[in-house]
């Protein structure tokens, strides 16, 4: 049974980094192009990042550009997001999605940003 399960959220301060994983298990990792989204109180998920299933391509939100990376480790079947420069605004709760036509969904993963 497909599964993604997301590890590395946190309270951190503003200003401060956090790298989230997210471990995929149950379908073909490497054919699936791979996705962060967040949701924060009172608004809609939005995407964060996306990376392809080779790796060789990424894409980011406005938002983030220049303080986010997405990568991923195909040996290991996990998407990494790593979290620079943060502010009280990233708060929220981040997903992992992969997407191949289905989509799969990870439970999510708290981040607060507050000093």
């Known amino acids: 049974q497909p599964q993604l399960v997301e590890s590395g959220g946190g309270l951190v301060q503003p200003g401060g980094s956090l790298r989230l994983s997210c471990a995929a298990s149950?379908?073909?990792?490497?054919?699936?192009?791979m996705n962060w989204y967040r949701q924060a109180p009172g608004k809609s998920r939005e995407l964060v990042a996306g990376?392809?299933?080779?790796?060789?391509?990424?894409h980011y939100a406005e938002s983030v550009k220049g303080r986010f990376t997405i990568t991923r480790d195909n040996a290991k079947n996990t998407v990494y997001l790593q979290m620079n420069s943060l502010k009280p605004e990233d708060t929220a709760v981040y997903y992992c999605?992969?997407?191949?036509?289905?989509?799969?969904w990870g439970q999510g993963t708290q981040v607060t940003v507050s000093s």
């Open positions: 999605n992969a997407r191949a036509g289905y989509d799969y």
């Open positions: 149950g379908f073909t990792f490497s054919r699936y192009f």
């Open positions: 990376i392809t299933s080779a790796g060789d391509a990424t």
